[in-house]
């Protein structure tokens, strides 16, 4: 069969999350790398898709082709890792301690950061013939959405930071539902299909990911949204990776490990 039960699949998260552990430095970055360059392109696709049609449904219909193709040639990205690689530490996984954890992390960020913005640039630079013209209606609406997102959030204070917070969770709750919607079926239909409704429901929702943002505000930036770095840093990216990390190892990872692993034995009545 292509449905594989709970108990099955809780014990590929974890395996998953130890592989991950021990892969190489060099192949933790590239994948990443990859990862955050697809993800990114999806990104401005599923803008473009938005604008040109006047439906933001439509966008978000489409976006999940980007998660499923870096799914499916294993790339790895921050969110995703979020949720697995912890599970190898709890089950006391040998070698995985929260060095290597935080090691992970660290590799798959950078990796997730170094792709986003070689795709800003190369974007930033088709839709302006290399800087000679304004970009169009595609620019002005990310650089809207940069500077409503950083600067109108921040003019709520510190209950706009957590807002965020609360989108970033919202978010990989959703996301990290895609991976291990993934790992329930053996067939790439079934992948693909347990893969899209989460992603889609979070694109649409507004919710946010810290990967996407990577490339987001920096192009952003470069196409004149009215924002600083600092902005960007302060009232995006570090509430929504830190969002992403509860979303992802809280609502998703523990209560599978925790009901699907580690299984209380059953009431006597």
Request: aromatic share 14%; net charge neutral; proline share 4%.
């Amino acid at each position: 069969m292509s449905y594989l039960e709970p108990s099955e699949f809780v014990t590929k998260m974890v395996d998953a999350g130890e592989s991950k552990v021990y892969m190489s430095t060099k192949d933790t970055l590239i994948r990443a790398f990859m990862a955050g360059a697809i993800l990114a392109l999806a990104a401005i696709f599923a803008i473009t898709v938005a604008v040109k049609t006047g439906s933001p449904l439509l966008g978000a219909v489409l976006f999940p082709v980007g998660f499923i193709m870096l799914y499916l040639m294993k790339f790895d990205l921050l969110t995703g890792v979020f949720t697995l690689v912890p599970l190898a530490l709890l089950d006391k996984r040998p070698g995985v301690d929260v060095q290597q954890v935080l090691r992970n992390w660290g590799l798959v960020f950078l990796g997730n950061l170094g792709g986003a913005l070689m795709v800003a640039f190369a974007m930033s630079f088709i839709l302006t013939y290399g800087y000679n013209t304004d970009g169009g209606a595609i620019a002005a609406k990310v650089s809207h959405i940069g500077e409503a997102r950083t600067l109108g959030y921040k003019e709520h204070g510190i209950e706009g930071w957590f807002t965020i917070f609360f989108r970033g969770m919202m978010c990989n709750w959703m996301v990290s539902m895609g991976v291990v919607g993934a790992m329930i079926s053996t067939s790439a239909t079934g992948k693909m299909m347990a893969m899209w409704m989460p992603i889609m429901l979070f694109f649409y929702m507004g919710f946010e990911h810290s990967i996407v943002n990577m490339f987001l505000f920096p192009f952003s930036m470069i196409m004149g949204g009215d924002f600083t770095l600092v902005d960007y840093l302060v009232w995006n990216e570090l509430p929504t990776v830190l969002g992403n990390l509860i979303g992802g190892f809280v609502l998703v990872g523990l209560p599978l490990y925790y009901t699907h692993v580690r299984t209380s034995p059953q009431r006597k009545v």
